[in-house]
């Protein structure tokens, strides 16, 4: 079975765009086996011919990165002190949007069975009833058909130095993709990568 792992990252604030580490680790650089894993790049929809006459907006950007999170198994995540706002946003989305989903679809099951309907249309109305998009719903059905999507960040900040609400939402701090791949390997695949080096951070509270 193959392990489908987003990679996410900053790109428009990025020297080369977010390019050189996808493609290392597309190119099975940094990898142990990388046979039963398939790095997911959101880069990769712009090289597609038939995505060369596609007008990108804020629109089809972010719901298409989205999907491809939705269908993700796991993400790597490439955390650097540049500007970024996408980058949080996909791990929140990761980890919040299918106990969302979840909810949703317990209410629709609800509603079904006082009404005598099936919970898909149940779902659906409720959705469009709260003024849901086509695809905002389409992501949703997606997200809350998986089990939580592990994320491991890799970063050459200080732990301590990195904002607490992404430590939180990551499952492992790395400071090489090596170790992220292989964790990956081992606790997502059950494999027998080797046992990779994670990062620990503790926090002094900030007065004023």
Known sequence: MTTKVY?????????????G????????DISHSG?????????DKYNTHEMEETEWTSETIVEDD????????SLIVHWREVPTCGTPMEVLFTKRMPQ??????SLASQLAEERGTADTVEFFNAAEEAGMEVNDIDILLMAAMKEEI?????????????????TYHADVLV??????????????????????????????LVTV
């Open 100 to 105: 969302i989903g979840e909810a949703m679809l």
């Open 150 to 166: 592990p994320v491991v960040v890799q970063t050459s900040i200080e732990p301590d130095n990195i904002s607490p609400w992404m």
């Open 66 to 73: 989205l999907k491809l999170i939705a269908n993700s198994d």
């Open 7 to 19: 990679l996410a990252g900053p790109i428009q604030h990025a020297s080369d765009h977010g390019k």
């Open 175 to 204: 400071q090489d993709f090596r170790d992220g791949v292989n964790w990956i390997e081992n606790e997502v695949n059950d494999g027998d990568a080797p046992e990779p080096n994670l990062l620990d951070g503790d926090y002094d």
């Open 35 to 43: 046979e039963d894993i398939e790095f997911i790049d959101p880069m």
């Open 21 to 28: 580490w996808r493609e290392r680790l597309k190119k099975g």
